[in-house]
C-alpha cells in the first residue's frame, strides 16, 4: 500500500461499509431469533423456569441452583511471603600480614606480604582485591577489608 492516499481511502470505506451491513444482520438475526423463557407455576408454590435456545431445546434452570448457591465470592487472602534467610557474609581471613612501614615526609609505604610471598609496596589509597590502605603510620598500617577496618601491626596478626 506504498502511496496512492486515494486508494487508502477507498479501501478503508469500502472496509468500514461492509463492517457496517455485517453488524445491521447480526442485528436483524437476533432481532428475529429471541430466546425465549417460560414459566410454570406448580401446585407446591414452585416455579420452574425453562430457557429455549436458538436450537429450541429446553433448559430446566431449577437443575442449575445447585451451581448458583456455590459461593463464588470469597475473600482475598495472599499468603504470607516465604521467609527467606539472609546470611551474614563473613569476610575470609585476610590474605596479607604487614612486614614493614617507610614513613619519610614525602613518601609513606607499607610492606605487604601475601600468601604466595610477594611483597608488595603499597601507600595511602593503594587497593589490593578487597584490600583498601587507609592510613600508614610508624609500624602500624590501617586497612578497609570489604569495608571494614582493620588495623595490622609488625610483628602481630590483624585486628577488626
Known amino acids: 500500500m506504498n502511496g496512492n492516499p486515494r486508494r487508502l481511502r477507498l479501501l478503508l470505506n469500502v472496509a468500514g461499509a461492509l463492517g457496517a451491513v ?5 442485528i436483524a438475526w437476533v432481532a428475529n431469533n429471541p430466546p425465549t423463557t417460560s414459566t410454570t407455576d406448580h401446585a407446591d408454590k414452585t416455579k420452574t423456569h425453562t430457557f ?5 431445546h429446553a433448559i430446566d434452570l431449577n437443575a442449575m441452583q445447585r451451581i448458583w448457591d456455590l459461593p463464588l465470592r470469597k475473600p482475598l487472602y495472599d499468603p504470607p511471603p516465604p521467609v527467606v534467610e539472609v546470611k551474614k557474609f563473613v569476610p575470609p581471613p585476610l590474605p ?5 612501614t617507610i614513613v619519610e615526609p614525602g ?12 611483597v608488595e609496596f603499597c601507600n595511602i589509597g593503594h587497593k589490593v582485591g578487597e584490600i583498601e590502605v587507609v592510613e600508614i603510620t610508624d609500624g602500624q598500617v590501617k586497612l578497609l ?4 577496618p582493620v588495623t595490622l601491626t609488625l610483628g602481630k596478626e590483624g585486628k577488626g
Open 96 to 100: 596479607v600480614r604487614l612486614t614493614g
Open 22 to 26: 455485517i453488524g445491521i444482520a447480526a
Open 107 to 118: 613518601q609513606t609505604l607499607a610492606m605487604l606480604k601475601h600468601q604466595n610471598g610477594k
Open 52 to 56: 429455549r435456545d436458538s436450537t429450541d
Open 145 to 148: 577489608y570489604y569495608g571494614k
